[in-house]
T-cell receptor
Framework: DAKTTQPPSMDCAEGRAANLPCNHSTISGNEYVYWYRQIHSQGPQYIIHGLKNNETNEMASLIITEDRKSSTLILAHATLRDTAVYYCIVSSRDNNDMRFGAGTRLTVKP | EAGVTQSPTHLIKTRGQQVTLRCSPISGHTSVYWYQQALGLGLQFLLWYDEGEERNRGNFPPRFSGRQFPNYSSELNVNALELEDSALYLC?????????????FGEGSRLTVL
């Protein structure tokens, strides 16, 4: 069973920021938050991960709340190619329990 | 750098048959993961192999099995195929060490059971 809760779908206008929320209220102290996306019919793509600090890379930013019970993935300037299902996963490096939930279907509109 | 490769890309089997799917991880990666994605559904975790050993297993019956070879490639075997086994089977690999949750996926093997 997935340990995260995400909205089933979201829309975003092209060029605007897309903010995808994830609740993980039962996260343990040694569990990381990972984000992946899956574009139709392709294998999932790793985006970013973090433990407690905010993280940024060339693809996105990850904001984790201080109590670590929720996080937000931010795509700063969404493009049509960002339309995908986005998955939030929590897992420790001990068991690598990388179980995907239902994710959020993000649709970027022109 | 070559990505994760899977074979075959597509195959059709009939109920009761057996199938073997293959996965070659990225060079230098020692962990391999297997997932099942039925049409329109999410990814279901099947198996995790690391350094040749099965480390974790999802909620699948024993007729789903696999192994990892000394070169870190992996096979997924499914015996006594059922219609509901029709799905995209995805393999992923990860590096040894600290970033073990950073998975790199192949494009999958699409299995159709008739």
């Amino acid at each position: 069973d997935a340990k995260t809760t995400q909205p089933p779908s979201m829309d975003c206008a092209e060029g605007r920021a897309a903010n995808l929320p994830c609740n993980h209220s039962t996260i343990s102290g040694n569990e990381y938050v990972y984000w992946y996306r899956q574009i139709h019919s392709q294998g999932p793509q790793y985006i970013i991960h973090g433990l407690k600090n905010n993280e940024t890379n060339e693809m996105a930013s990850l904001i984790i709340t201080e109590d670590r019970k929720s996080s937000t993935l931010i795509l700063a300037h969404a493009t049509l190619r960002d339309t995908a299902v986005y998955y939030c996963i929590v897992s420790s490096r001990d068991n690598n329990d990388m179980r995907f939930g239902a994710g959020t279907r993000l649709t970027v509109k022109p | 750098e070559a990505g994760v490769t899977q074979s075959p890309t597509h195959l059709i089997k009939t109920r009761g048959q057996q199938v073997t799917l293959r996965c070659s991880p990225i060079s230098g990666h020692t962990s391999v993961y297997w997932y099942q994605q039925a049409l329109g559904l999410g990814l279901q975790f099947l198996l995790w192999y690391d350094e040749g050993e099965e480390r974790n297993r999802g909620n699948f019956p024993p007729r789903f099995s696999g192994r990892q070879f000394p070169n870190y490639s992996s096979e997924l075997n499914v015996n006594a195929l059922e219609l509901e086994d029709s799905a995209l089977y995805l393999c992923a690999s990860s590096r040894p060490g600290t970033n073990t949750g950073e998975l790199y996926f192949g494009e999958g093997s699409r299995l159709t059971v008739l």
